[in-house]
């Protein structure tokens, strides 16, 4: 059988409408998604594989079958440290409210866990701002990124120095960037928009943790299955913004996921229970890149504020759950202190050095 006709053969399945569809098995998945990321199937059996999956809605085996067919092509570096975690926040960004997840980076790699923050500069269906574009605003240059597998290693050197740091999907997955213009004229979300942020391009050389986000009921049971699926030890979801991992600054936020003992997590991170005033949902204004530079700094300089609140009790939940610290008291008022210290702020700048 010829690519092309195996190719086929999973759409004739899978491309029948919402009665007739049937699922792939794992292993088919695989093949499936491989012969998407090799580009041996034709863009227009590509982009009809993408549609008709989130049409029919793809299953657990399935996703996991695609998500590791897009890991074993994925320049992955191990870092020189025994922890890292990876924050997996939505690669096509966001329009109308600022996100924290550099910044939540800087503070968990101050706190001593080395922190990941994965991105690309621009990405459909969305096309709204991600975090690369700030972090490029805010630095006043290019990062360091376009030099493929060297940047990743660089990067894997950066996390291990300074705390955390910025990789992009173009040099740890270049096959699975090139799909982008296919991408866009899809017009909706693949399933490739769930998992290119659970791919975990730098590890630690004893666990490696990835933290998420859920918007849809269900979702976080799903995403969780997958990664046990996929031999994930450690994982942590947070129910937030647009499908961010920063927590609610006014109301509960919902967490989910596993530690590395198996243990499940399936909880509340309240504010009032740490002493901070649920005050109003902020307004945060007009986003621009401009606009969340500005915010960042303040952040970063230790202003008080539903940011500061924000990238604070995300940091502490995230040091909760990986063990660096037992109570989320301790963690949230050890990650205040590094941002009013500026070890935050200085574990942020060398994120943004252009080489190492």
Request: negative net charge.
């Amino acid at each position: 059988m010829s690519v092309s006709e195996e190719m086929r053969s999973f759409l004739q399945r899978i491309a029948v409408g919402p009665a007739g569809s049937k699922d792939l098995t794992k292993e088919e998945a695989y093949r499936a998604m491989g012969l998407c990321l090799d580009r041996e199937a034709s863009d227009i059996q590509i982009a009809v594989f993408l549609i008709a999956e989130r049409l029919k809605r793809e299953s657990d085996a399935e996703k996991a079958g695609f998500l590791e067919a897009i890991v074993d092509r994925a320049h992955i570096a191990v870092a020189h440290c025994d922890d890292i975690i990876n924050l997996g926040d939505p690669y096509d960004g966001f329009k109308r409210i600022p996100h924290f997840g550099p910044l939540i980076a800087a503070v968990t790699g101050a706190c001593g866990r080395p922190t990941v923050v994965g991105g690309c500069s621009d990405m459909p269906p969305k096309h709204g701002l991600t975090h690369r574009r700030v972090l490029e605003c805010y630095a006043g240059h290019a990062l360091d990124t376009g030099h493929g597998e060297e940047s990743v290693k660089r990067a894997a050197s950066r996390v291990a120095k300074s705390g955390c740091t910025y990789v992009d999907l173009a040099d740890f997955h270049p096959s699975l960037w090139a799909l982008n213009t296919i991408r866009s004229e899809i017009a909706k979300r693949p399933a490739l928009s769930t998992l290119e942020k659970l791919i975990m391009p730098i590890r630690g050389r004893k666990n490696t943790h990835i933290v998420s986000g859920w918007v849809h009921t269900g979702f976080e049971t799903q995403l969780t299955e997958i990664l046990r699926q996929c031999d994930v030890k450690s994982v942590l979801l947070f129910r937030g913004r647009e499908g961010h991992i920063d927590a609610f600054s006014h109301r509960a936020t919902s967490l989910y996921g596993y530690r590395n003992s198996g243990l499940n997590v399936n909880q509340e991170l309240v504010p009032a229970s740490l002493g901070i005033d649920a005050s109003p949902a902020p307004d945060w204004n007009d986003v621009t890149p401009e606009s969340v530079c500005e915010l960042w700094e303040q952040i970063l300089d230790g202003v008080e504020g539903p940011g500061r609140t924000c990238t604070a009790l995300s940091a502490a939940a995230i040091l909760v759950h990986s063990g660096c610290f037992q109570s989320m008291e301790t963690a949230y008022s050890r990650s205040l202190e590094a941002l009013s210290s500026g070890a935050a702020k200085a574990s942020f700048k060398v994120m943004l050095e252009p080489s190492i």
